[in-house]
């Protein structure tokens, strides 16, 4: 039998104790430890700046929309491992605001790092997001949306036109004065009051439609189907 020699150095900070783990073979090392955290914040004046470009990782993401405002603000709550594995910039790129919150490496073993954001912009700024993990709520913002998700919730409250690609997690859409589609893999769709036309493609999952005006139903995969006070549907 090897004998298989595991060395331990335990470093005490103020904050707690943090302990290393190195093993022989593995070819890896870690911090097997809580997260450290702090708190950033990135702004950029909007000149010439027709839509934000948002390229996220894991971690909630809450973007406001706010009349009047002629500037993007970002809070940022950065719960992280190594400093130099962080990306978060806000810049311009042409006619575009460019977001950018993740790490360069997101595999850990133990806790993975993740970047919680508050996101405040104009309200009729168009947003194109490519979220990885973690809840989404977007309120007030009335420009275009078009959001691709990996997983986690997303809730959309008074808005303009929206275009929703998720892999899974529930879908909560209410208030809309445009048109609505959808392409679900799971979870459960609820939506209410859009002006326009809803269409909805779905793997499995509950669907709940209220108050819409017009009704496509691409596919409702399994999960219950719900629907009221709609103008005109169809289903394929």
Known sequence: ????????????????????????????????????????????ELTDI?????DTGAGSLEIIGEAGRTRIDVVA????????????????????AVLIADFDRNS???NNPYINLTVRVPADLSIDLNDGSGSIVLRDV???????????SITIENGGNVDIDDGSGSITVRYLRGDLTIEDGSGSIDIEQVDGKVTIDDGSGGINVRQVGDLNIIESGSGSLRIEGVGNSSKM
């Open 108 to 110: 850990y073993r133990g």
């Open 142 to 152: 009335m420009g275009d949306l078009n959001i691709e998700d990996g997983s986690g």
């Open 50 to 54: 027709d839509e934000m470009k948002a």
């Open 1 to 44: 039998m090897k004998a298989i020699a595991l060395a331990l150095t335990s470093v005490s900070l103020l904050s707690g104790c943090v302990v290393y783990a190195n093993i022989p073979g593995d070819g890896d090392s870690w911090r097997n430890s809580e997260l450290q955290h702090e708190t950033r914040s990135l702004s950029l």
């Open 77 to 96: 709550e950065v719960y992280y491992r190594d400093a130099e594995d962080i990306r978060l910039s806000l810049q311009k790129t042409g006619s575009d």
